[in-house]
């Protein structure tokens, strides 16, 4: 484990810490955003290469909007119209989004600079925390948040998120690193990328991309990735939800578990990578990159092109505080918020 200063946002200092388990695998994360900056893995011939896209500075990622990296709250996705009623106030929230508000707002977690804590041990990792303020970006209740990164001897990227609040308040959190198994360096596509996911239904979205309330069965829809499907395959085809979202950009309802489950798994066949994600949320949010276009450069001046990574986001599904059928987002005084997701990253 070690750390050094990664620039400044405003007057505040920043910093990033290199986290490298037994096997020589890094992730390294900064405390603007509890941003994984870069995360290498080995291909099937030992060969490490950094898998998520990013920048090289601090003052790229205030510079863009793709939440490369970032922890996601106080509200990941999209809440319809920015608003929301809880115990029968309405509550209205910055809209970023059109009509919407994504991802906790303009000024949401991955705006903000946690407190940072090294774990050392076998297995090494960061605690980060944040204290949210009442009220802030719309949201009721002060809210504290603890994030756990550990990168296990296992090659898994763990993420353990934990809150408590002080009003009745709704909760989603996440992560949002693009992952090209390929590398990020390389400029090309995901599109070649095959993928499981181990879910049956995903809930259809309208035009401004929030959930119908619908719960629809994936078979013989382009949305079946439950045996191990290219990317590309089907993502152009003439279907209404492919053009709402430009592509991918839907929420999968996650088979019936208890506990960790495996949500997903991603083959990339050239370099052998796969990646594997475990979560105990009822949902995951898969989505292609749709809005890359090339104008953005990252680390190392590379130009991320259209469908040049892919995320897949843990979570509660979208705008569930205006859906009761949705499991519910209220957390509330007394409640402990606990939720943890795995990124396991092997090669075949």
């Known amino acids: 484990m070690t750390h050094e200063p990664f620039g400044k946002v ?11 388990n037994a096997n020589g695998m890094t992730a390294r994360i900064m405390t603007y955003g509890g941003t994984v900056v870069s995360l290498t893995a080995p ?3 030992g060969k490490f290469a950094d898998v998520v896209l990013g920048m090289d500075d601090v003052q790229g990622y205030t510079h863009q909007s793709n939440f490369f990296g ?19 106030k309405k509550y209205t929230l910055p809209k970023n ?44 209740g002060e809210l504290h948040t603890t994030v756990v990164y550990t990168l296990t001897n296992h090659n898994e990227l763990k ?20 992952f090209n198994l390929a590398g990020a360096n ?25 959930p119908t309330g619908e719960l629809k069965n994936v078979a013989g829809t382009p949305f079946d990735f439950t045996k191990s499907t290219a990317i590309g395959k089907r993502i152009e085809d003439n279907d209404q939800q492919l053009k709402y979202g430009h592509g991918y950009d839907h929420n999968w309802v996650l088979r ?9 798994e ?35 001046g590379i130009a991320y092109p259209h469908r040049g990574a892919f995320c897949m986001e843990t979570q509660h599904f979208p705008d569930s505080p205006n859906k009761p059928k949705f499991p519910s987002t209220e957390l509330k005084p007394g409640q402990t918020y606990r939720t943890t997701t795995i990124y396991k990253f092997s090669a075949r």
């Open 97 to 140: 989004d059109g009509d919407n508000t994504l991802h906790g707002g303009p000024e949401g977690f991955d705006k903000r600079i946690w407190t940072a804590r090294a774990i050392q041990g076998a297995e090494p990792g960061l605690e980060l925390m944040y204290i949210s303020k009442d009220g802030e970006e719309g949201f009721p």
């Open 10 to 20: 405003g007057n505040a200092p920043v910093e990033i810490y290199a986290l490298t």
């Open 186 to 210: 390389t400029g090309g596509t995901i599109l070649n990328h095959e993928v499981t996911l181990y879910a049956d239904q995903f809930t259809p979205v309208d035009s401004g991309l929030i």
């Open 70 to 88: 970032a922890l996601i709250g106080r509200y990941g996705n999209r809440i319809g119209h920015g608003t929301f009623t809880l115990d029968g």
């Open 159 to 178: 993420i353990e998120y934990s809150a408590v609040t002080q009003k009745d308040t709704v909760l989603n959190l996440t992560n949002h690193s693009y």
């Open 43 to 45: 291909d099937r011939a």
């Open 266 to 300: 991603v083959h990339e066949p050239t370099t052998g990578r796969v990646m594997e994600v475990w979560t105990d949320q009822p949902g995951l949010q898969f989505y292609t990159g749709n809005f890359l276009d090339g104008k953005v450069k990252g680390k190392g």
């Open 256 to 264: 019936a578990h208890t506990g960790m489950a495996k949500a997903a």
